[in-house]
């Protein structure tokens, strides 16, 4: 239906806009040759409405057509329907002036046809100029694609070894210190790779799978923090399987411990909300750490932000976006926003995650 109504409302344009001109050529022609203004009217509509009405009908039946034909096509139905208009309108045969009324009506229908041949050329000049530059837009938006997505696999790549090998360091730490918490800790990595293994390849995840992965990650983190961290995952009315990029969350988490809570005598919490608006998926992490360092941008850690900036930036364009801040009570709170629009039309082009080697 609302196809339809696209292709026709240009009809309604073109014929208004004829009727409009239509109407200045009666009141230019009924100045010139003052007379009566209806039978001008009559005539300079049976010109335009002859040119524009079998154009738009062409169009719709032949859509094949060149506008080029078209135009021809509608000039020459012009001058023959609308002439014989005229003469069927106002020859009178025994009116000696019926002969100088014909003279001013063939000088009306070459003035028209003129500007109707001009009209139509401006149009398909206009007409070929944009088909061009969206055929040009088109490419273009297909190149930064095509860039974005093996940008993205250089990204993604980053990221899965600097958690793996984190991970692997911290359990490394604990082998002379705590075997037994070393060996959980190697025993929960396994789990947790062992659950994603078949998705390694996965162009996305989904929020369950993501909350699954973080929580066994922060499983990790509290077998070797023990008291000094707690946690929180909390998910409002959103749905489990919604749709999302893999490896978002876990690069803002590894943050907040490492520049907040670790540094921290007495430890702290991470709350990991999830939430929606009417347009966005919302991943809040909040801790109540030391607060966001200075220079972490220039660690490991502000190659990861970057990362996930890039990545949204990539997806989504200025609808992604990832937000640090820090409230005056203390710590820092990282926002994800996701357009749940694009998460639903382009679950593709979530880039293929590498497989850990």
């Known amino acids: ?14 014929i208004v806009i004829t009727a409009l001109f239509c109407l200045v050529i009666a009141i230019a022609t009924n100045v010139v040759w003052p007379g009566n203004f209806y039978d001008d009217l009559i005539v300079s509509f049976g010109y335009g409405m002859s040119a524009v009405i079998p154009a738009c009908l062409l169009s719709y039946f032949f859509p094949h057509l060149s506008q080029r034909l078209v135009n021809v096509c509608s000039v ?13 309108w106002l020859n009178d045969p025994n009116s000696p002036q019926s002969l100088e009324t014909m003279k001013a009506v063939i000088l009306l229908a070459l003035i028209f046809t003129v500007l109707c041949f001009y009209y139509f050329y401006s ?19 297909e190149q930064e694609k095509a ?40 025993v929960r990595l396994t789990d947790m790779f062992r659950s994603n293994l078949n998705k390694s390849r996965a162009k996305y995840t989904t929020v369950a799978e993501e909350i699954t992965f973080i929580s066994a990650y922060l499983d990790i983190q509290q077998i070797r923090l ?5 946690y929180q995952v909390s998910h409002h009315n959103v749905d489990l399987q919604q749709r999302i990029p893999p490896l978002l969350i876990q690069p803002l988490i590894e943050n907040a411990l490492d520049y907040g809570i670790e540094p921290k005598a007495q430890g702290g919490q991470i709350e990991i909300v999830f ?83």
Not at 1 to 14: F, L, N, R, V, Y
Not at 79 to 84: C, F, K, S, V
Not at 123 to 141: C, P
Not at 157 to 181: G, M, R, V, W, Y
Request: charged share 25%; proline share 4%.
């Open 1 to 14: 239906m609302d196809t339809g109504i696209e292709e026709i409302s240009p009809w309604w344009k073109s």
């Open 76 to 88: 020459s139905t012009s001058m023959l329907l609308g002439t014989a208009n005229a003469f069927l």
């Open 123 to 141: 149009y398909e000049k206009r007409l070929v100029m944009q088909q061009a530059i969206e055929a040009a837009r088109l490419k273009q938006a």
């Open 147 to 186: 860039l974005a997505l093996s940008q993205l696999g250089q990204l993604q790549s980053q990221i899965e070894p600097h958690f793996l090998f984190n991970t692997l360091a911290n359990a490394i730490a604990l082998i002379d210190q705590d075997k037994e918490t070393a060996k959980r800790v190697l």
């Open 226 to 230: 023990g008291e000094r961290l707690r």
């Open 275 to 357: 939430s929606e608006t009417d347009g966005e998926l919302i991943v809040e992490v909040i801790d109540d750490g030391n607060g966001f360092q200075p220079d972490s941008a220039s660690s490991g850690h502000g190659l990861g932000l970057e990362n996930i900036r890039r990545r949204l930036q990539a997806l989504f364009g200025e609808q992604g976006s990832l937000s640090i801040k820090e409230p005056a009570s203390g710590g820092v709170i990282a926002t994800l926003r996701l357009p749940k629009k694009q998460l639903v039309e382009h679950p593709a082009v979530f880039v293929e995650q590498p497989s850990l080697k």
